[in-house]
């Protein structure tokens, strides 16, 4: 890990059983990564 804190959020629109739920910089790494939007992106709320 790189030691920076990830941004957590309690009102993560994720599909649980997301192991990324509530870490947006996770989420939109691994998502940005396979080419895709996460749902934040997709229901405009980042």
Do not use: I, S, V
């Not at 990830?6 to 080419?35: F, I, L, N, S, V």
């Amino acid at each position: 890990m790189n030691g920076k804190k990830t941004e957590k959020k309690a009102d993560c629109p994720c599909t649980w059983p997301c192991e990324r739920h509530g870490d947006c910089d996770a989420c939109k790494a691994y998502h940005h990564g396979q080419g895709q939007k996460t749902a934040c992106e997709k229901l405009n709320r980042d």
